[in-house]
C-alpha cells in the first residue's frame, strides 16, 4: 500500500469484519493498519485551535490560544491516555486505549474479534507494529515511511500549535457550510507536501470536520471526518465521538470516548517493542468415530 497522502486525522477500515476478522483478508488487513497509523493522530487534532471573527490564520491561532487557556497549559500536559470503543457496524466494534507522553511517546492498542493490533513508538527512533489480521503476523519494525509520518501521530500538541517551527503552511481559503452550519475552511499542508482541510464552526468556533485525500492502489480515495460530542477534560475540550467514512466506498467507522486522562503515570515498557500473545491454537481434530466390529 502507498503510505503517501494518508489523512493525518482519521482511521479506516472497511468491509463486514465479522466475516473479515474470522478469515483474514489482505484488502482488510491493510485497512486496519491504515487505521492503527492515524489513531493517535486523531486525538492529537482535538488540540486544534478554535477561531476567532478574525480572518488572518495569525489572529485565528491567538485566539485559540486564549480560548484553550494559553499555550503554557497546552504544554503543560505531560502524558495523556485515551481509552473507549471504535465500531465498524453493529456486532464490529472493540475496545481501544492510546497513550503518549513526552517526548513523542506513543502506544496505541485495538482488540478486534479478540485479536490486539499494536503500534508503538518509543519517542526516539524506533516503532514498531503489530498486526495479527496479516499473513504470517509478527511484530514488525515500523518503515522508512511510518517513521517519517511519526511526528504527526506523536505530537500531541497537534498540527497548530508553533505550525512554523514544524514545517507546516496554513491558509485561511474561505468559508463553507457543514451540517447546515456556515464554517471557516482552513488548509493544512505540512512539511511533506499532505494537504487536509479543517472545518471550523463560525458561530462556536468548534472543528466540526476534517478531510482529505490518500492514495491506495495508486488511487486517491477521498476521506472525511467528523467530530462531535465536546466535553471538558482539564480546561480543554475534546470530541469525544469521532467519525470517519471515504465518501463512495464502505469504508467507515465511529470512535467514542470513553475516558479521557491528562498527566497519568504511563510506564516506560508501554512505548518499548511490544510482546502481543501468542496466536490461539488451531481448533482440535476431531476423533473419527470408532467403527464397530463385525460379531
Given at each position: 500500500?502507498?503510505?503517501?497522502?494518508?489523512?493525518?486525522?482519521?482511521?479506516?477500515?472497511?468491509?463486514?469484519?465479522?466475516?473479515?476478522?474470522?478469515?483474514?483478508?489482505?484488502?482488510?488487513?491493510?485497512?486496519?493498519?491504515?487505521?492503527?497509523?492515524?489513531?493517535?493522530?486523531?486525538?492529537?487534532?482535538?488540540?486544534?485551535?478554535?477561531?476567532?471573527?478574525?480572518?488572518?490564520?495569525?489572529?485565528?491561532?491567538?485566539?485559540?490560544?486564549?480560548?484553550?487557556?494559553?499555550?503554557?497549559?497546552?504544554?503543560?500536559?505531560?502524558?495523556?491516555?485515551?481509552?473507549?470503543?471504535?465500531?465498524?457496524?453493529?456486532?464490529?466494534?472493540?475496545?481501544?486505549?492510546?497513550?503518549?507522553?513526552?517526548?513523542?511517546?506513543?502506544?496505541?492498542?485495538?482488540v478486534l474479534n479478540g485479536q490486539p493490533l499494536i503500534?508503538?513508538?518509543?519517542?526516539?527512533?524506533?516503532?514498531?507494529?503489530?498486526?495479527?489480521?496479516?499473513?504470517?503476523?509478527?511484530?514488525?519494525?515500523?518503515?522508512?515511511?511510518?517513521?517519517?509520518?511519526?511526528?504527526?501521530?506523536?505530537?500531541?500538541?497537534?498540527?497548530?500549535?508553533?505550525?512554523?517551527?514544524?514545517?507546516?503552511?496554513?491558509?485561511?481559503?474561505?468559508?463553507?457550510?457543514?451540517?447546515?452550519?456556515?464554517?471557516?475552511?482552513?488548509?493544512?499542508?505540512?512539511?511533506?507536501?499532505?494537504?487536509?482541510?479543517?472545518?471550523?464552526?463560525?458561530?462556536?468556533?468548534?472543528?466540526?470536520?476534517?478531510?482529505g485525500n490518500r492514495q491506495m492502489d495508486g488511487k486517491?480515495?477521498?476521506?472525511?471526518?467528523?467530530?462531535?460530542?465536546?466535553?471538558?477534560?482539564?480546561?480543554?475540550?475534546?470530541?469525544?465521538?469521532?467519525?470517519?467514512?471515504?465518501?463512495?466506498?464502505?469504508?467507515?467507522?465511529?470512535?467514542?470516548?470513553?475516558?479521557?486522562?491528562?498527566?497519568?503515570?504511563?510506564?516506560?515498557?508501554?512505548?518499548?517493542?511490544?510482546?502481543?500473545?501468542?496466536?490461539?491454537?488451531?481448533?482440535?481434530?476431531?476423533?473419527?468415530?470408532?467403527?464397530?466390529?463385525?460379531?
Amino acid at each position: 500500500m502507498n503510505k503517501r497522502n494518508q489523512p493525518r486525522c482519521v482511521l479506516t477500515p472497511g468491509n463486514s469484519a465479522s466475516n473479515i476478522l474470522v478469515m483474514p483478508r489482505p484488502r482488510h488487513a491493510a485497512h486496519i493498519e491504515f487505521t492503527m497509523r492515524k489513531f493517535a493522530f486523531l486525538f492529537c487534532s482535538l488540540f486544534l485551535p478554535l477561531p476567532a471573527a478574525a480572518q488572518s490564520v495569525d489572529d485565528i491561532l491567538a485566539k485559540y490560544l486564549s480560548v484553550r487557556g494559553g499555550l503554557e497549559r497546552i504544554k503543560a500536559v505531560q502524558s495523556e491516555r485515551v481509552t473507549g470503543t471504535i465500531s465498524f457496524g453493529p456486532g464490529e466494534e472493540g475496545p481501544f486505549v492510546v497513550e503518549r507522553a513526552r517526548p513523542m511517546k506513543m502506544h496505541m492498542e485495538l482488540v478486534l474479534n479478540g485479536q490486539p493490533l499494536i503500534r508503538v513508538y518509543d519517542g526516539k527512533s524506533a516503532g514498531w507494529v503489530y498486526n495479527p489480521f496479516m499473513p504470517n503476523p509478527a511484530v514488525q519494525s515500523m518503515t522508512d515511511a511510518d517513521l517519517r509520518n511519526i511526528f504527526d501521530e506523536a505530537d500531541f500538541d497537534g498540527p497548530f500549535v508553533d505550525y512554523k517551527s514544524k514545517g507546516n503552511h496554513i491558509e485561511l481559503v474561505g468559508k463553507d457550510e457543514v451540517e447546515e452550519k456556515p464554517a471557516y475552511k482552513l488548509k493544512l499542508t505540512n512539511r511533506n507536501g499532505e494537504v487536509s482541510y479543517f472545518f471550523f464552526d463560525a458561530s462556536t468556533f468548534s472543528l466540526l470536520k476534517c478531510q482529505g485525500n490518500r492514495q491506495m492502489d495508486g488511487k486517491d480515495i477521498p476521506w472525511v471526518t467528523f467530530f462531535h460530542d465536546y466535553r471538558e477534560v482539564a480546561g480543554l475540550h475534546y470530541p469525544f465521538q469521532i467519525q470517519y467514512a471515504e465518501p463512495g466506498t464502505e469504508n467507515s467507522h465511529t470512535i467514542t470516548a470513553d475516558k479521557i486522562e491528562i498527566n497519568v503515570p504511563i510506564s516506560e515498557a508501554r512505548f518499548a517493542k511490544p510482546n502481543p500473545p501468542p496466536p490461539p491454537p488451531p481448533p482440535a481434530t476431531p476423533t473419527p468415530a470408532e467403527t464397530p466390529k463385525p460379531n
